[in-house]
């Protein structure tokens, strides 16, 4: 039986901009343009509501929310910044995320109570959100709608065409919609990377890995587990995003029922493996779960009672990337741009920063019709940049995962990478606030290094690509990962760049915690200490 609505006839309207995929990415375009008088087109092949994973938010993600949702004026996604305004706004199913969590495990080994990491996201400053997706997600394309993007759901594009007159797009079922300009939002089968051939084969990603995920109800606390009791982290595991790390791997837990009055009792559940060192053996996924809880008892102690609550979804090599994501009256963004793993939250950060920038763009575009591949360059290369990196953090994580030490030592790059940006950008945010000058904003895309805002870009790559090339020298078997952790901290207590209060460089200093005491201390280097490009993020008017 089709249960697919019947054959529309192909309208005479022509759009400005044709979005592909109305997720998260395509659904705040849509309202953002919609919002500034852009004609929008918003196609998806499924319906709302519906599952999606990417469900972790961090504190970049939610400072770049607050600047769209100014920049733009849709003062509907400023709730999405705020684990209070998710609630009270958008999902009551949502739970929170006070801390980043991690707990290293050997197979056959007790686990070691001083062997874990965690960043604390202070609650003086913010609470960051795990999100219901399916809630999200629905959220933000009624927006776009209600905002006047035309939805298109149930709808799958197979053949597309692009040229300097604009977009032709045809369904399989015969209609054809045309715009000046396509942005493909969907996911790996990009309609776009499959029409212009835009794949790199192979991928010229590092880092490998495959991965199993469901929705859990009745996942204990890791809290109340056994193996938690001797740990001294500063916030509860289950008040956070908790990652069990591994050789060759690690495993997620975000629940959504870890805070007062939640509604929700499911939890994400997520095992993500290296494929190359734990290749599929043709058990079901359950199996495979199964298999691994009892190859590590301790973290079993979680899944006692657990059970899933949908069908899990099982992939083969996450990894996959576009040669460009940029052409001739199209644009990727998100997944159909490129993927390399859920491991630190990054894939929501990105798809901002790119609805960000290319936003603008469109829009200027739309007003004095210059739709030229030179004006998106810029957003090519903020991809390429971002996956890039969120590739160097990955692979060099795997390979400190083979090594407590080594991985202690990676974690400490990973929060450079994560800490220092965001102050760029809540900075960027302040002043907007304070004089509405666009420049403010543009001026976040004067990148030295793609990957990373200007001024703290050059010095966090930098250090980025040291550890990675490291790691690569333990991988080959040059480098011992003891040697390799030696060497990375040494290089973070020379970086005269990095806040010395963090004191990122003691390998002792396991669990980050921004207290108000920290940020005075920090306050006062930035006055002081720090060097000429760092100290303008303390100081005002520069």
């Given amino acids: 039986m089709n249960d697919r609505p019947p054959q529309r006839e192909t309208s005479d309207e022509r759009y400005d901009v044709a979005i592909l995929g109305a997720g998260m990415a395509g659904g705040m375009l849509g309202a953002v343009l919609a919002r500034n008088g852009v004609r929008v ?127 032709l797009l045809r369904s399989d079922r015969g209609e054809e919609f045309r715009a000046e300009y396509l942005v493909d939002g969907s996911g790996f089968r990009s309609p776009v990377a499959d029409r212009f051939g835009l ?16 929705h859990m109800v009745n996942v204990t606390p890791f809290d109340d587990a056994e193996a938690a009791s001797a740990h001294k982290q500063p916030s509860p595991w289950h008040h956070g995003t908790l990652h069990h790390v591994f050789d060759g791997g690690w495993l997620w837990v975000i629940p959504f029922d870890n805070h007062e009055g939640a509604l929700s009792t499911l939890c994400s559940v997520g095992l993500t493996l290296d494929e190359r060192v734990f290749p599929k053996t043709g058990l079901t996924p359950q199996e495979e779960f199964d298999d691994f809880l009892r190859r590590f008892p301790q973290i079993a102690e979680q899944f006692t009672g657990a059970a899933a609550v949908r069908p899990w979804v099982s992939t083969g090599r996450l990894q996959y990337s576009a040669t460009r994501t940029v052409g001739e009256r199209y644009c990727l963004t998100a997944h159909a741009a490129g993927f390399i793993d859920a491991l630190y939250s990054r894939g929501l950060t990105n798809t901002l920063e790119v609805v960000n920038s290319l936003a603008w763009r469109l829009i200027e575009a739309t007003r004095d019709g210059d739709w030229s591949t030179e004006r998106f360059a810029f957003v090519d290369s903020l991809q390429q940049g971002l996956y890039d990196v969120h590739d160097d953090l990955v692979y060099s994580s795997f390979v400190g995962f083979r090594d407590y030490h080594l991985w202690n030592a990676v974690s400490r790059v990973w929060k450079a990478t994560s800490i220092m940006p965001t102050m760029t950008l809540e900075r960027a945010y302040r002043s907007f606030l304070e004089t509405r000058d666009e420049r403010v904003l543009r001026d976040l895309e004067k990148r030295e290094t793609p990957g990373f805002p200007d001024p703290v870009g050059r010095d966090i790559g930098e250090l980025l690509t040291y550890t990675r090339e490291l790691c690569q020298e333990v991988e080959s078997g040059g480098v011992t990962p003891g040697q390799a952790a030696l060497d ?53 008017g520069s």
Wanted: net charge negative; proline share 7%; charged share 25%.
């Fill in 488 to 540: 990375v901290f040494a290089r973070l207590r020379r970086m005269d760049s990095l806040p010395a209060p963090f004191a990122l460089g003691d390998p002792d200093n396991r669990c980050f915690e921004a207290t108000p005491e920290l940020m005075g201390q920090t306050a006062e280097w930035g006055r002081t200490d720090a060097p000429a490009h760092i100290k303008s993020l303390f100081t005002q």
């Fill in 199 to 214: 794949r790199e084969e192979p991928t010229r990603a590092r880092h490998h890995s495959r991965t199993l995920f469901t």
């Fill in 41 to 167: 087109l918003l196609i998806d092949a499924g319906v709302h509501p519906r599952f999606a994973v990417g469900e972790s938010t961090i504190p970049y993600t939610s400072t770049m929310t607050k600047v769209i949702a100014e920049r733009y004026d849709v003062p509907e996604i400023a709730p999405l910044a705020s684990f209070r305004g998710i609630q009270d706004r958008i999902s009551p199913m949502s739970g929170r995320k006070q801390n980043f969590g991690f707990v290293y495990h050997q197979e056959g080994r007790p686990q070691d109570s001083e062997q874990v990491n965690q960043l604390v996201i202070p609650e003086w400053q913010r609470t960051e959100s795990h999100l219901f997706r399916q809630d999200t997600d629905a959220y933000l394309f009624n927006l776009a709608v209600g905002y006047g993007a035309q939805p298109c759901l149930n709808t799958r594009i197979q053949d597309i065409e692009t040229g300097t007159d604009g977009v």
